[in-house]
């Protein structure tokens, strides 16, 4: 009987064991592994410079990839891949399995924190309008928008700008989804749309390389907050997500975060003055 018990006791100890290698977290152990033999990682990216960055040759870069790309190395997966999705689509292409990250100044808000895994805070910026030359229609905030009947806002699909524009009264119809940075400017420069939105080295670069001087710049938006993304990651691989922020800590401590991101205009110390908690708990 004691060696029946003993065997009983054993296989319930087995199964337990079983049940545990099967939950999320141990199968998320066994992420970065797949990576390492798929020799890389595929990343979602938005192609709005300078978060990120696809050349005519097809080469990605921009402050974000650039970071993702390093800390993959470490990791010991060899490179990205980057596909271009619109923001709206990006988390639900990483819950489909389409991505293994989002790597695109996807600010943190609480909801996005619901639905992803971020890393530690990487990319901060604040908003921006590009329009029409002396800012005839004197448009200062997105409150300033909602406030004139006439306005129209072009901002990306799914993005913080779309969002701040609908949370401030602007109505759906006047806010015009817009698929990247030169179809924003076209429309703005055809007066199809007053005012362009993206965050404020987008516009910034945008702009540069433009060189219309029959438009200009308002940065930052006033009562619009400063946001951080972070690498996102799919709920279950928050092991890969927790090994990407032990590599994420190692650059900023030694000075290699600085020297990837602020050729591209970023701050490093504005990434390293916050946290994802703080970020994700923000109203």
Not at 145 to 158: F, L, R, T
């Amino acid at each position: 009987m004691k060696m029946t018990h003993f065997m009983t006791v054993a296989a319930s100890v087995s199964t337990l064991m079983a049940l545990v290698a099967a939950t999320p977290a141990a199968a998320d152990d066994n992420k970065l592994q797949q990576l390492k033999e798929q020799g890389f990682a595929r990343i979602a990216i938005a192609n709005e410079p300078p978060f990120t960055a696809v050349g005519a040759d097809g080469k990605v870069s921009g402050a974000a990839p650039d970071v993702a790309r390093e800390i993959f190395k470490r990791l010991g997966v060899a490179d990205v891949v980057a596909s271009i999705s619109e923001y709206g689509a990006m988390i639900p292409g990483l819950q489909a399995g389409r991505h293994d990250a989002i790597t695109a100044g996807l600010f943190m808000k609480p909801e996005r924190c619901a639905a992803v895994a971020y890393s530690e805070p990487v990319l901060c910026d604040a908003e921006a309008f590009a329009l029409k030359k002396g800012n005839p229609l004197k448009l200062m905030s997105y409150k300033d928008i909602a406030d004139n009947p006439d306005v129209k806002i072009g901002a990306p699909g799914g993005g913080t700008e779309e969002k701040l524009a609908l949370e401030a009264g602007v109505p759906r119809d006047r806010v015009v989804v817009v698929p990247d940075g030169q179809s924003g400017l076209k429309m703005l420069q055809d007066g199809r749309i007053d005012v362009y939105s993206l965050p404020v080295l987008s516009i910034n670069d945008l702009m540069s390389k433009a060189n219309d001087p029959n438009l200009e710049v308002v940065a930052p938006v006033e009562g619009a907050p400063v946001y951080c993304d972070g690498a996102a990651f799919k709920k279950g691989d928050e092991a890969l997500r927790d090994a990407f922020d032990v590599e994420l800590a190692k650059l900023k401590e030694s000075g290699e975060f600085a020297k990837i991101i602020e050729p591209y205009g970023f701050s490093a110390k504005a990434a390293m003055s916050t946290t994802r908690e703080k970020l994700c708990a923000a109203q």
